[in-house]
């Protein structure tokens, strides 16, 4: 529909082929978006849930955040508790956490590439869930568009191996339940090293010789989106995988280290500079620039001026992107950042991705050769009777922490961000827009009835939160349903 200053309204409520529930406003004059709007309708409340509980229940109850991710909020949570524990983990204990959260971003980069973006480019069979479409801009030569259909199924059966991968170490997926305070509770065998590793084989093979020869098969023929999609180029991320056992409370001891990108610089990371705003959230507003030490969950449903159940986190009063472009760019990965300005980009966010996870699948068989069996792999600790503690983590979307205030044993206070807070967050305090928001912001736009430059911009960031989309007609104010492949 047209609104009062004349431009063209697009609403896609919800976006399909992420997790969760997201509504998408645009507002679009020439053909352009000039503005954007990035909606959370669920109410998640994990931090309202977990008050009053023992403290050794949050790594597990955390879980149930996400399906998807679980494994990612299982570790920022046991690396909380680590931190108010006061726990040591021993290397065996380190070593595995890694290789289950390295599990845990194949499959995930897999999944996202594959079975949720991939749709936007590659055209299937005439068949669920390869229709209905959105738009007709398929560019793929027929030969090349069906190998890429091929390896969508064949992705799928790549996945179900990357879960069997995790339990190994993990028990199960989704939901592990190996790790604790002070390390993991399984064990080193040289029979699960080497049921590991064959698995691990078959998972990098299939990146290498699949996974990344598509995404830059698809960005060769879609060199637009090098262009299209840029954001806010503020980037955050706070590491993952440790690589040493002698502390590290830089995050400059992991594979993937922590540091930020603002401004146009390169800069480390001070936790202190975190922040939340809610004047644009349905939570109180008393609540708003709190430390995330120190937040508080009050919900204010039907709040002036609100539009989302997501917060706006920021650093240092301004927004930043996660996930896997922010972290390769941090790192200063050559493959990344000798794109330059392109990098900010969909197709930038598509790269970084693939190239991330080639480069963990191929530093996991590293990491399988340091486990020692025998060796313990957990420390017992103890529930401290006051503590505070924080884990910063990287979920495969991006920048993850969570917070913890422990009184008489028992969790006072327990608050998280997860990584689609940041992409996904609506404005700040100071009207700032979110980083999804921003990067929808000159997307060009040819069939309002068919969006689909906008969901590839909303998809490169693997939001999530899910499925079918509604926009209005400009004419009539005639509210039309599009089914999008799901």
């Known amino acids: ?176 339940t190996t790790v604790m305070p002070g390390g993991v509770t399984e064990k080193v065998t040289p029979e699960k090293i080497n049921q590991f590793r064959a698995i691990l084989q078959e998972l990098t093979d299939f990146i290498d010789n699949v996974y990344v020869p598509d995404v830059f098969m698809i960005a060769e023929a879609y060199k637009d989106y090098f262009a299209i999609g840029q954001g806010c180029k503020n980037m955050l991320a706070f590491g993952v995988f440790p690589l040493d056992d002698n502390g590290d409370p830089n995050g400059q001891s992991m594979m993937i280290k922590r540091g930020a990108y603002t401004k146009g610089r390169f800069t480390g990371v001070d936790p202190k500079k975190l922040t939340e705003d809610v004047k644009h959230s349905w939570f109180k507003d008393e609540t708003s620039g709190l430390h995330p030490a120190a937040g508080r969950t009050e919900p204010e449903p039907g709040k002036p001026d609100a539009y989302s159940w997501i917060k706006a986190p920021r650093y240092d009063g301004l927004p930043h992107e996660v996930g896997p472009l922010a972290r390769m760019w941090v790192n200063k990965i050559p493959e990344i950042v000798n794109l330059g300005e392109k990098a900010f980009s969909v197709m930038g966010r598509h790269a970084a991705r693939a190239i991330e996870c080639k480069l963990i699948a191929h530093a996991m068989f590293t990491w399988l050769d340091q486990l020692k069996p025998g060796e313990p792999t957990h420390i017992p600790c103890s529930v401290p009777r006051e503590a505070r503690g924080m884990g910063l983590w990287e979920a495969p979307r991006g920048a993850l922490s969570h917070f913890i205030e422990i009184k008489d044993y028992r969790i006072q206070n327990y608050q998280i961000i997860s990584s689609t807070s940041w992409n996904g967050s609506p404005r700040d305090d100071r009207g700032q827009r979110g980083p999804i928001e921003e990067a929808l912001v000159g997307t060009p736009v040819k069939d309002p009835e068919n969006p689909i430059e906008v969901v590839r911009v909303v998809r490169s960031f693997d939001p999530c939160l899910a499925c079918a989309a509604h926009l209005v007609e400009v004419a009539s104010d005639r509210c039309h349903t599009i089914q999008v492949v799901t």
């Not at 990035?38 to 023992?54: A, N, P, T, V, W």
């Not at 229940?57 to 494994?71: E, K």
């Open 1 to 176: 529909m047209t609104n009062s200053k004349g431009l063209v309204e697009i609403n896609l409520d919800p976006v399909t082929r992420i997790e969760g529930h997201l509504k998408i406003k645009v507002l679009v004059e020439n053909g352009k978006v000039v503005d954007a709007y990035s909606c959370g309708h669920l109410f998640r409340g994990f931090e309202i849930i977990l008050k009053g509980r023992d403290p050794r229940d949050a790594q597990h109850l955390t879980q149930r955040v996400c399906g998807v991710c679980p494994t990612a909020h299982a570790m920022a949570s046991v690396r909380c508790l680590d931190d108010a524990f006061g726990a040591v983990v021993p290397p065996n204990g380190r070593i595995i956490r890694n290789l289950i959260q390295g599990a845990n971003y194949i499959q995930s980069h897999i999944l996202h590439f594959y079975h949720l973006a991939a749709l936007d480019y590659v055209r299937g069979p005439e068949t669920a869930p390869f229709i209905p479409r959105t738009g007709d801009d398929y560019r793929l030569p027929d030969a090349v568009n069906n190998m890429a259909v091929q390896h969508y199924v064949q992705a799928l059966a790549i996945r179900r191996r990357a879960h069997e991968m995790l339990a190994i170490f993990g028990a199960k997926m989704p939901h592990i």
